[in-house]
Nanobody, 126 residues
Framework: QVRLVESGGGVVQPGGSLRLSCRSS????????IGWFRQAPGKEREWVSGFRNRDGNIDYEDSVKGRFTISADYGKNMIYLEMNNLKPEDTAIYFC???????????????????WGPGTQVTVSS
């Protein structure tokens, strides 16, 4: 049974940093595509970043490039999202997700992912 559980969210001032973690189990990380999405109140779920383990391909949404870093620790079955220089518009619930089967590139559509964590709230406010 695949399970994803996020942690590390919280309240931070603009310019601050947070590191989100996602504990995974029940699938082989090295043959999957992992991703982070976020959803702000009243908005659709938005792709933030993705990592395709098969070839190490990484991609970021334009507004987070240079500020966010996605990574994974296979030995610990952990997925991370390091977030720096946070802005109020980064406020959202952040979700860890995985696509277990083969995918073309790194999907940006949430329907292309198979399993989701419950999410962790990130609030950027002064």
């Amino acid at each position: 049974q695949v399970r994803l559980v996020e942690s590390g969210g919280g309240v931070v001032q603009p310019g601050g940093s947070l590191r989100l973690s996602c504990r995974s189990s029940g699938f082989l990380m090295d043959s999957s595509t992992i991703g982070w999405f976020r959803q702000a109140p009243g908005k659709e779920r938005e792709w933030v970043s993705g990592f395709r383990n098969r070839d190490g391909n990484i991609d970021y949404e334009d507004s987070v490039k240079g500020r966010f870093t996605i990574s994974a620790d296979y030995g610990k079955n952990m997925i991370y999202l390091e977030m720096n220089n946070l802005k109020p518009e980064d406020t959202a619930i952040y979700f860890c997700t995985v696509a277990v089967g083969p995918r073309f590139g790194i999907p940006h559509n949430p329907d292309d992912y198979d399993y989701w964590g419950p999410g962790t709230q990130v609030t950027v406010s002064s």
